[in-house]
Nanobody
Framework: VQLQASGGGLAQPGGSLRLSCAAS????????MGWYRQAPGKQRELVVS???????DYGESVKGRFTISRDRAWNMVYLQMNSLKPEDTAVYYC????????????WGQGTQVTVSS
């Protein structure tokens, strides 16, 4: 499994950014894709993940502001981030979790998102 995240950068409070994750996964395995983030001095936390049933599991702090989507072939996963806040500043990681596992085993390289005026 290879994951390549892109699209981070600097945004003003209240602004928007869109992250992209290009995924290359093994055929014959099923993966739930998602996004996590890690701010300086804090643990990595869930932003949003697809569930095994195709639903979305959002972290409480981003509900109503962030949206995960994907292309039909699961080659690309996107994170649309609106109404950004300074506390959204973090390194964002694309992730892949095999069905049957409880946490991701695969991670992209991370992309920095900074929200500041």
């Amino acid at each position: 499994v290879q994951l390549q995240a892109s699209g981070g950068g600097l945004a003003q409070p209240g602004g928007s950014l869109r992250l992209s994750c290009a995924a290359s996964v093994s055929r014959g395995s099923m993966y739930a894709m998602g996004w996590y983030r890690q701010a300086p001095g804090k643990q990595r936390e869930l932003v949003v993940s697809f569930t095994n049933g195709g639903g979305r599991d959002y972290g409480e702090s981003v509900k109503g502001r962030f949206t995960i989507s994907r292309d039909r072939a699961w080659n690309m996963v996107y994170l649309q981030m609106n109404s950004l806040k300074p506390e959204d500043t973090a390194v964002y990681y694309c992730s892949a979790r095999e069905y049957g596992d409880t946490s991701p085993a695969y991670w992209g390289q991370g992309t920095q998102v900074t929200v500041s005026s």
